[in-house]
Each structure stands twice: as structure tokens, then as C-alpha cells.
């Protein structure tokens, strides 16, 4: 085999791969330390024995991520405030790296996460799903089927067009610069949710807001604390197949705004804050 052909036929699996450990990990950083620390074993193993590369890679990946979640579990308990995954901003980001998708993932075990994507998301059969993660093809149904009943729970009934979702977002952008309130207020849910993720690096909610009365209470002191400082710039985009924008903050740093819609009234609001996982996205701008 000459030299050139290991690292092309890894380069042909490693977008599906870091797709696979992002779903996983929810970090786009993590994700792709995982894919390379896939390559060095895939340049370790004895590649003429593998029959399925495309196989063999997936289980790497999907191992690899279970050992670093067991650590990762630990950095969620001890993370400041709200943890919401890194942004994906995209023309066109699938149905399964939706922010509510990733939140709904990261309830579960990571067992029962991996048994969903493997499954559902990426087409396996529960016997290489079993092969996998080490438990039987049954046991693999059955944490299949649970990640999938709260996955289900997280989506909304009546989604908005992409284009009607971008349009809601911009209204609640010139309202939230105007400071009126009431007509932030008229674009909510009885029971919508607010999750801001500063990780400790900037000001943010210190746990989930739920609520009109709770997000209204919030939005109208962020309203008061700003002032005539509002943002700087303002950039409509779709977060994780969300609508929404992203920001240039008086800070100089920048912020994204997601919104689950449901029936035209705004049932959560992601606002990711944290520094260390605007990075990337501050590197695309540019």
C-alpha cells in the first residue's frame, strides 16, 4: 500500500467521523482531537485485515468518545451555570445537531446516546452496535428506544419555515435594541425557557430560566443593564439549525442567540456567551 493511500482513504470517513463524535461530545474541539487520535490508530492497525473501514472507524470514534465522556461528565458537573453545546453556524446544519437534540443527548447515558446515534442517525444495526459498546443487540434496542422517546419529547409540534424562523429572530433582535419589552413578551410561550452559557467567563443566568415570568423578568434587567450599549453588529443565521443571530457585544466579543419556535411564539432561547466555545466561529468571521 503506498503512502498515500491510508491517509486518503481515512480523509474519504473523517467528515461522517467528526460528525459521529460531535453529535457525541456536543465540542467541536473534542470532536476533532477524537477523529485524530482515530487516525493514529487507524495508522497502528493492520489495514489490510479490515474488511470495512467505514466500520472500523465508527467503532474507534464511538470508543474513544465513551472514554472521554466519563471524564466530560465530570467537567459538566463542575461547569458554571447552563452548559449548552458548542455552535454550529450553517446554510444548511441536519435535523440532529439541533440544539435541542444535543441538550436532549446529553441527558442521557452515554450508552444510550451512543445506541441512538449509531442507530437512528447514522443506520447501524444493533448487531455492530453491539459489537460497539460491548452490551447485547437487545440490550442495544432497548437503550436505542429510550434515547429516542426523550429525543421525540424535545421536538416541536409545529416547527416554523427557516425563512419565518429568521424573521421572528430579527423582530426579536429590534426589540431587544429598542428595549421594549412588551414586545419581547408577545413573541414567548407561557412556558418558554432561557438558557445562557457564560461558562464562568462572562455574565450569564446561573441555571435554566423557566417561564414567561422568569425569562420576562430577565430580559427587562438585561434591558436596564444595558442601556443605550446595545450590541454592536448583528448577523442573522441559523445556530444548530435553529433560527437566530449571532452578535458583536459591547465587550468585543462575540454572542449567538438561538430560538426553538413552536406556532409562531418562542418556546426557548439559547444564548451561548462562553468565550472558549465562540472560538471557532470567532476564526470563521474573520
Not at 441538550?103 to 459489537?131: K, M, Y
Not at 421525540?152 to 421572528?168: C, K, M, N, Q
Not at 448577523?235 to 437566530?244: A, E, K, Q, S
Amino acid at each position: 500500500m503506498s503512502s498515500g493511500e491510508p491517509a486518503d482513504a481515512f480523509a474519504g470517513h473523517r467528515p461522517s467521523l467528526l460528525r459521529l463524535a460531535y453529535r457525541m461530545l456536543g465540542s467541536m474541539a473534542d470532536a476533532e482531537d477524537v477523529v485524530q487520535d482515530a487516525w493514529l490508530r487507524w495508522n497502528r492497525a493492520e489495514r489490510d485485515e479490515v474488511r470495512n473501514k467505514g466500520a472500523f472507524l465508527g467503532k474507534v470514534v464511538t470508543r474513544l468518545c465513551l472514554d472521554r465522556m466519563k471524564s466530560a461528565q465530570f467537567r459538566r458537573e463542575a461547569y458554571f451555570g447552563p452548559w449548552l453545546p458548542e455552535p454550529v453556524v450553517e446554510e444548511e446544519v441536519p435535523e440532529d445537531v439541533t440544539l435541542p437534540l444535543l441538550l436532549a443527548l446529553e441527558r442521557l447515558s452515554p450508552l444510550e446516546r451512543a445506541a441512538f446515534l449509531l442507530h437512528d442517525v447514522f443506520g447501524q444495526g444493533f448487531d455492530a452496535i453491539a459489537e460497539t459498546i460491548g452490551r447485547d443487540p437487545a440490550a442495544c434496542r432497548q437503550l436505542a428506544s429510550r434515547a429516542r422517546q426523550h429525543v421525540r419529547s424535545e421536538r416541536p409540534r409545529y416547527p416554523v419555515s427557516r425563512a419565518h424562523g429568521l424573521e421572528i429572530a430579527g423582530a426579536f433582535f429590534a426589540a431587544s435594541q429598542a428595549g421594549d419589552v412588551a414586545a419581547l413578551g408577545a413573541m414567548l410561550s407561557e412556558d418558554v425557557r432561557l438558557h445562557s452559557d457564560g461558562g464562568g467567563k462572562r455574565p450569564a443566568a446561573g441555571r435554566v430560566l423557566n417561564g414567561i415570568g422568569e425569562v420576562m423578568r430577565a430580559l427587562a434587567a438585561i434591558s436596564r443593564l444595558a442601556g443605550r450599549d446595545r450590541s454592536r453588529s448583528m448577523r442573522l443565521v441559523h445556530v444548530n439549525g435553529l433560527p437566530g443571530y449571532v452578535t458583536r457585544e459591547t465587550d468585543g466579543l462575540l454572542q449567538t442567540t438561538a430560538f426553538l419556535i413552536d406556532e409562531d411564539r418562542i418556546t426557548a432561547i439559547y444564548v451561548m456567551r462562553n468565550p472558549d466555545k465562540l472560538e471557532r466561529l470567532e476564526r470563521t468571521l474573520h
